[in-house]
């Protein structure tokens, strides 16, 4: 035998591969089913009338999965106790809601899909009302292509109209709770829609969700006397079928809501009649009261809009630079 012989009787064998392709699963017995909740990578989900737990297939790579999400699974979707489907596509989203971390990170930070309507849960007292935040959450709504909604609660303790005053001009559409009291009115804003229920803590969001839906059982908390403030008891974002149709996503509460990823353009897009009046303005306006030659203030001059409106856009457009604009009696950030 001679020396190399010898020596290939030693050699590492070559590891058998197979040849790449690029052919991938077709997936056509996939089953589609609602994102309704996300924990430590295990994602839980609607599919028909059963719960599914999933994780995300290595082949998504990146993409992010988030509540409220349509997708695709692979796998045993039995839903029995202990086994574990996979997450193989995301469908097309129709509505994304986002925030950004503060108003110097551009990062936008996915929230929720699809949804269609952005509830905005506001204490009339106890917390005070914090027309700042509201102002924020219209702006993402908006920015979403969400209709937004006004849910003011706690109104058996103080008078609601002041700060309902102060949104009439944006045409923004409300609801009116008391401790304890009846629901039939804010049931039929809810009724066959996905919506988003969003608001400060110990505004009273979890003790809605479970007058809404018998059984939900989500943990209320108290509101400190010292510093106004409520403490989180949601800590996730979950989905909740309504009784009578539709979707409920409850998130936990929010301090701060970051808006620098919102085009401002984008923003005016969604008031057609302030729109229309912009289109003479000079290129790269701002819309802003110190803009020189805004179409706005024109039309204002000239009767064609309603001064408390332009007022009130640029409220907003303020809130999304993250500069304060005063707001009589009810800004109290």
């Known amino acids: 035998m001679s020396r190399y012989d010898e020596e290939a009787r030693y050699d590492r064998p070559k590891r058998r591969t197979r040849p ?4 991938r699963p077709s997936y056509d017995d996939a089953v589609t089913g609602i994102v309704i909740t996300r924990d430590r990578g295990r994602y839980t989900l609607w599919v028909d009338d059963r719960q599914v737990t999933a994780m995300k297939a290595r082949q998504l790579g ?21 086994t574990l489907a996979r997450i193989v596509e995301v469908l097309p989203r129709t509505t994304l809601l986002r925030r950004s971390a503060d108003d110097d990170d551009p990062v936008e930070r996915p929230l929720v899909a699809n949804a269609d309507q952005l509830v905005i849960v506001v204490a009339v007292a106890n917390p005070e009302p914090r027309t700042g935040l509201i102002d924020r959450f219209l702006v993402a ?27 009439r001009p944006l045409g923004v559409e409300s609801v009116a709770t008391q401790q304890g009291g009846d629901l039939t009115e804010l049931r039929e ?17 979890s003790t809605l969700v479970n007058g809404l839906i018998p059984g939900a059982d989500r943990a209320i908390g108290v509101v400190n006397e010292v510093t106004g403030r409520g403490r989180h008891t949601s800590t996730n974002a979950l989905v909740l079928r309504l009784p009578d149709g539709g979707w409920l996503i409850d998130t936990p509460g929010i301090r701060s809501f970051g808006l620098a990823h919102v085009d401002p353009d984008k923003l005016i897009d969604a ?7 912009t289109e003479s303005c000079p290129r790269g306006c701002t819309h802003t009261e110190s803009a020189p030659d805004c179409g706005l203030d024109e039309a204002v001059a000239e009767g064609r809009l309603d001064p ?18 005063a707001v009589p009696e009810q800004d109290v950030t």
């Open 20 to 23: 790449r392709t690029k052919d």
């Open 62 to 82: 990146r993409k992010g999965v988030i509540v409220g999400d349509r997708v695709k699974l692979a796998g045993d979707a039995s839903g029995d106790e202990g």
């Open 141 to 167: 709504a908006y920015d979403a292509g969400m209709r937004p909604l006004l849910c003011l609660t706690k109104t058996d303790l103080a008078d609601p109209d002041p700060l309902l005053s102060i949104y």
């Open 189 to 205: 804003q809810l009724q066959d829609r996905i919506s988003v229920l969003v608001g400060h803590s110990g505004v009273g969001k």
């Open 271 to 277: 008031f057609p009649d302030l729109a229309e009046v």
């Open 308 to 325: 408390d409106r332009v007022a009130s856009f640029r409220r907003l457009l303020a809130s999304r630079e993250g500069r304060a604009q």
